[in-house]
């Protein structure tokens, strides 16, 4: 069997994502308040990443295919949301623009509402699914009896080996890096801060100060990913 600390560590890890899940599941249906699909996509891409870094530690096949279930997951709310996102940077850049413009920005809007309710119709048939049943049903049965893996692994080297593939990534990349290029660094520093979380009870202050610096980084690189996404959307 795993070492019992570090699996019981990464089990309640897991369990906190899925109850977040399970808390904003309603509220991500009925998508009233953008906030509910927002939690509920972060604690889906959480769940994955926790279970990306600690993989040795459970079977593969089935870290693999719970990762592959939570991805279909959080695509469909990452539509919603991506929209819930570009409403309100529409909102707040239109104001107090000369009234020419007005029928334009009235098409935009209308636009980005009327992709919105097609995008909520496939998330709240995804929600409703068998599929949807099904991976959640896999998910706390996991939790409740996980499926071992290897005999030992350590937060700590968990933590460091994302450090350096984040590292290894930005010395690669090129004096003037593209939107595609600065992208795939934010999804590493996702991955390295997650990482460091998981270790931050054995590594202490220096993990708390990776993940001060990684989530400012995270906010920077993804008010740029959303200007992209914005300006190709329009």
């Known amino acids: 069997m795993p070492s019992r600390?570090?699996?019981?560590h990464i089990v309640a890890a897991m369990r906190a994502q899925v109850e977040t899940i399970h808390a904003h599941r309603a509220g991500a249906h009925?998508?009233?308040?953008p906030e509910a699909v927002h939690r509920m996509r972060v604690a889906?891409?959480?769940?994955?990443?926790?279970?990306r870094a600690?993989?040795?530690l459970f079977a593969e096949d089935w870290t693999e295919g719970l990762r592959a279930e939570l991805k279909w997951l959080g695509i469909a709310l990452g539509?919603?949301?991506?929209?819930?996102?570009?409403?309100?940077?529409v909102r707040s850049q239109t104001g107090g623009r000369p009234a020419g413009g007005r029928a334009a920005r009235h098409r935009?809007?209308?636009h980005i509402a009327d992709d919105r309710a097609r995008a909520l119709a496939a998330l709240r048939r995804t929600l409703d699914g068998a599929r949807c049943a099904r991976l959640l049903a896999q998910i706390d049965a996991a939790l409740a009896a996980p499926p071992a893996g290897t005999d030992d692994v350590s937060l700590t080297d968990i933590a460091a080996a994302e450090f350096d593939k984040l590292r290894r990534a930005v010395k690669k990349l090129p004096k003037d890096p593209g939107a595609e290029e600065l992208h795939e660094i934010r999804i590493k520093v996702k991955h390295a801060r997650y990482a460091a979380e998981l270790a931050q009870e054995a590594v202490g202050r220096r993990a708390e100060r990776f993940v001060d610096k990684a989530?400012?980084?995270?906010?920077?690189?993804?008010a740029?990913?959303?200007?992209?996404?914005?300006?190709?959307y329009v």
């Open 5 to 8: 600390p570090n699996l019981d």
């Open 30 to 33: 009925r998508a009233r308040d």
């Open 44 to 51: 889906v891409r959480r769940l994955r990443a926790i279970l």
């Open 54 to 56: 600690s993989r040795a």
């Open 79 to 89: 539509r919603v949301r991506d929209l819930d996102v570009l409403r309100a940077q």
């Open 108 to 110: 935009l809007r209308q």
């Open 215 to 222: 989530k400012a980084l995270q906010d920077i690189l993804g």
């Open 224 to 232: 740029h990913q959303d200007a992209v996404v914005a300006e190709r």
